[in-house]
């Protein structure tokens, strides 16, 4: 079966500090993966997905096949990188079009 | 374009009861979609939607049903209501194009309380 984890409900960094939101998934194949972040008061958006390799608002990511990890990573964390962000994952197993997704960490951070 | 709207924004149902949301596509989408956010809760995918048709879902009853209408816009009726079935239920649409994924948009959700 299809499953994504975020072991983490919470995350609370100070500004500046680094950040790593951690994700694991169990998919038989080659799964594409996402991150999603959910502002306050803002709909659900897509961040970054592992096959465009960007760096989007200064954040990574990079799939580990082996460890079947897919963490979320950026050096200086910023106050406006308060949120919820949700690790997903879709496929051929999946049927391409459904995403499954994890429970979602809220990353808080303070000044 | 105002993205993917969805209304109406909030509903309060007793249980047993029938509801339909709605949604309406981001302009030049043609394939709409449509999970379910329990309370602490990553997205459940429900369904899925493309040329009218039901084209994949999620491990949900029978009593969650859908419709897609000629414009794209698509409506999702759930019976015979339970509490369980309070949740955040979220529309996202997409372009489908070939068989890889189509980044899905997602509208901001109709807040369904079952009392």
């Known amino acids: 079966a299809q499953r994504v984890t975020q072991p983490e409900k919470l995350l609370s960094v100070f500004k500046g500090a680094p950040v790593e939101l951690k994700c694991n998934y169990s998919y038989s194949g080659s799964p594409e993966l996402f991150w999603y972040v959910q502002y306050s008061r803002q709909r659900l958006q897509l961040l970054l997905r592992?096959?465009s390799r960007e760096s989007i608002k200064g954040f990574t990511a990079d799939l580990n096949k082996g460890e079947t990890s897919f963490h979320l990573k950026k050096p200086f964390a910023q106050e406006e990188d308060s949120a919820m962000y949700y690790c997903a994952l879709s496929g051929r197993n999946t049927g391409f079009q459904k995403l499954v997704f994890g429970t979602g960490t809220r990353l808080l951070v303070s000044p | 374009d105002a993205g993917v709207t969805q209304s109406p924004t909030h509903l309060i149902k007793t249980r047993g009861q029938q509801v339909t949301l709605r949604c309406s596509p981001k302009s030049g989408h043609d394939t709409v979609s449509w999970y379910q956010q329990a309370l602490g809760q990553g997205p459940q995918f429900i369904f899925q939607?493309?040329?009218?048709?039901?084209?994949q879902r999620g491990n949900f009853p029978d009593r969650f049903s859908g419709h897609q209408f000629p414009n794209y816009s698509s409506e999702l009726n759930v019976n015979a209501l339970l509490l369980g079935d309070s949740a955040l239920y979220l529309c996202?649409?997409?372009?489908?194009?070939?068989?890889?994924?189509?980044?899905?948009?997602f509208g901001p959700g109709t807040r369904l309380t079952v009392l």
């Open positions: 592992h096959i």
């Open positions: 996202a649409s997409s372009h489908t194009s070939g068989r890889s994924y189509n980044e899905q948009f």
């Open positions: 939607y493309y040329e009218e048709e039901e084209r």
